[in-house]
């Protein structure tokens, strides 16, 4: 059984992205599963400044401490301008100021949504990109578009038949890597 972590990249207290990847999360089993909010791990924007003259925080070591733990990781941006958000920009700054290889070991699932087409494609594409710089292995990435017409929040299901299919799919792939 394999201890997977899983979190939004968003700091929103409405994020879809945390919907989802709250959603994404039932659909393994086999696997422990640990759903988190960022948000509870309060960190100052980065700054060498002030890394300089008050270190690294007790929120920012449990974040560190709980990835470490972790067997894989389930990660869902948000996309703000065509990019990750700011928030999720600075919490990956601060972790790999503590830790340069902080996902090492790590096998990522990496999503995104939006209630727009394309899903947060923008943001994925930077992050997937971006994640391998600090050790971790993206192993399955897939966008999920129209967020609000192709899911039910009420319902906890995936609305578009084709479209879950994919997904199941995707997450079914992703379970049996980290069981390799």
Same mark, same amino acid.
């Given at each position: 059984?394999?201890?997977?972590?899983?979190?939004?990249?968003?700091?929103?207290?409405?994020?879809?992205?945390?919907?989802?990847?709250?959603?994404?999360?039932?659909?393994?089993?086999?696997?422990?599963?640990?759903?988190?909010? &960022?948000? =509870?791990?309060?960190?100052?924007?980065? %700054?060498?400044?002030?890394? !300089?003259?008050? @270190?690294? +925080?007790?929120?920012?070591?449990?974040?560190?401490?709980?990835?470490?733990?972790?067997?894989?990781?389930?990660?869902?941006?948000?996309?703000?301008?065509?990019?990750?958000?700011?928030?999720?920009?600075?919490?990956?700054?601060?972790?790999?100021?503590?830790?340069?290889?902080? &996902?090492? =070991?790590?096998?990522?699932?990496?999503? %995104?949504?939006?209630?727009? !087409?394309?899903? @947060?494609? +923008?943001?994925?594409?930077?992050?997937?990109?971006?994640?391998?710089?600090?050790?971790?292995?993206?192993?399955?990435?897939?966008?999920?578009?129209?967020?609000?017409?192709?899911?039910?929040?009420?319902?906890?299901?995936?609305?578009?038949?084709?479209?879950?299919?994919?997904? &199941?799919?995707?997450?079914?792939?992703?379970?049996?890597?980290?069981?390799?």
């Amino acid at each position: 059984m394999k201890e997977i972590l899983c979190f939004a990249g968003s700091n929103s207290s409405r994020s879809i992205n945390h919907q989802w990847v709250s959603f994404v999360a039932t659909q393994i089993s086999r696997h422990k599963i640990h759903v988190i909010k &960022l948000v =509870d791990f309060p960190l100052e924007m980065f %700054s060498e400044d002030v890394e !300089r003259e008050n @270190g690294y +925080s007790d929120a920012l070591r449990n974040l560190h401490s709980q990835i470490k733990a972790s067997d894989a990781l389930i990660i869902s941006v948000n996309e703000h301008n065509s990019n990750p958000s700011a928030f999720f920009k600075n919490v990956v700054d601060w972790l790999s100021r503590l830790d340069k290889n902080f &996902l090492e =070991d790590k096998k990522i699932l990496l999503t %995104s949504t939006s209630n727009g !087409r394309r899903g @947060g494609l +923008s943001s994925l594409e930077v992050t997937q990109n971006l994640l391998p710089r600090f050790k971790g292995e993206v192993v399955v990435s897939f966008n999920f578009p129209s967020f609000q017409e192709n899911f039910s929040v009420e319902k906890q299901k995936i609305t578009n038949p084709e479209l879950e299919e994919t997904i &199941l799919g995707h997450i079914s792939r992703f379970q049996q890597l980290i069981e390799e």
